[in-house]
């Protein structure tokens, strides 16, 4: 026995479909703010378990991150994987995400296949990497944390 409620298709004549309120789909820049946002999001998830860790000192064996970017050409959310710490016996210093992240500006920025825009998106994201564990102070000379 079926409880569902059907509309025959004799009500879905055609002023009843005009009154839908028409809305337009996402245009590709709305949809590359929102996934940059998400990924900027993510990221800050990212370091706030990156901290966490450290202080519980589980870091010391070894550290790649896989920092989530928005590719504009294929318009998707990909993985830029950076190794930090290689496995092993390595004590954890925040220093290594700072190294590591510039290392990466400059791979990102010499990059031939990405486009600029998401050349751009990864080096602000590589940027608050830096910055959140040390790098240079913004632009009212504060570090992070203060």
């Known amino acids: 026995m079926s409880i569902a409620k059907t509309t025959s298709s004799a009500a879905l004549d055609e002023p009843s479909l005009g009154r839908i309120e028409e809305r337009p789909a996402p245009g590709d820049d709305d ?71 510039r290392r990466e500006m400059q791979r990102v920025a010499a990059a031939a296949e990405m486009t600029e825009g998401t050349k751009r998106h990864l080096i602000v994201l590589l940027e608050t990497l830096e910055r959140e564990f040390g790098g240079p102070a913004d632009e009212t000379g504060r570090q992070p944390g203060e």
């Open 31 to 101: 949809v590359a703010a929102w996934a940059r946002d998400q990924a900027l999001q993510e990221l800050q998830m990212i370091v706030r378990r990156i901290w966490r860790r450290a202080r519980s000192r589980t870091l010391d064996r070894g550290l790649t991150l896989s920092l989530p970017y928005f590719d504009d050409a294929a318009m998707e959310i990909r993985q830029l994987e950076m190794e930090v710490i290689p496995r092993g016996r390595i004590m954890f210093v925040p220093a290594f995400i700072v190294l590591a992240a």
